[in-house]
């Protein structure tokens, strides 16, 4: 399709186990950012990439985070030794550098993590 | 310090009640710009509008409308006529010239009741 896909869209884990969640941008986007957004919650900036450059990593809230993005296309998030408190909706989104295309992001439908 | 601040944590209104979300913001520079999402129970968020900071005309988009206001640092959203179907969670959020990353508002969550 033409829009962010992500997968799983559900994912159900246990405490201490990794996961690793896949997103898809829109083709030819050049930036890709995850969120997380908990039960009621904002976003909450996780990490972004821009083209080559080195990704901001400022969000990730610990180092059992990480994330990388193969070929400036797909990313995958992994959250090592899973926590309950990890449980939440994972967002990532998409957008074209180009002033030219409004710098609007493009939002995947998102993953829901639950850490049992 | 860049910052979106959005006051109003929830807003019932009755069908067919106009509804205005605000959102103030906080920035030094003299260039970015601001945007509205909209984030229905079906959780995905879907872009409303892009406004840039040189660009103070406000806009209409059939029952929607936008007041950008850099006299008081507000970018607010007005819904005219609300209908059950406008129900969601709605964000502002602001990029500075120069960067990638979005400061996003804390959302309001609008309930239009029938």
């Known amino acids: 399709g033409a829009g962010v896909s992500q997968s799983p869209s559900n994912k159900v884990t246990e405490k201490g186990k990794d996961v690793e969640l896949r997103c898809d941008p829109i083709s030819g986007h050049t930036a890709l950012y995850w969120y997380r957004q908990s039960l009621g919650q904002g976003l909450e900036f996780l990490i972004y990439f821009q083209g080559n450059s080195a990704p901001d990593k400022s969000g990730l809230p610990s180092d059992r985070f990480s994330a990388e993005r193969t070929g400036g296309s797909v990313s995958t998030l992994t959250i090592q030794r899973t926590q309950q408190e990890d449980s939440a909706v994972y967002l990532c989104?998409?957008?074209?550098?180009?002033?030219?295309?409004?710098?609007?992001?493009?939002f995947g439908p998102g993953t829901r993590l639950t850490v049992l | 310090a860049q910052k979106v601040t959005q006051a109003q944590t929830e807003i019932s209104v009755v069908e067919k009640e106009d509804v205005t979300l605000d959102c103030v913001y906080e920035?030094?520079?003299?260039?970015?710009?601001l945007f509205w999402y909209k984030q229905p129970p079906s959780g995905e968020l879907v872009f409303l509008i892009r406004r840039n900071s040189f660009d103070e005309q406000n806009e209409i988009s059939g029952r929607y409308s936008w007041n950008f206001q850099k006299s008081t640092s507000s970018f607010n959203f007005t819904i005219t006529a609300s209908q059950v179907v406008d129900s969601a969670v709605y964000f502002c959020a602001l990029l500075t010239s120069g960067t990638y990353k979005y400061i996003f508002g804390t959302g309001t969550r609008l309930k239009v009741l029938a």
């Open positions: 989104a998409s957008s074209s550098a180009g002033l030219e295309f409004g710098y609007e992001q493009f």
């Open positions: 920035t030094r520079d003299t260039t970015y710009y």
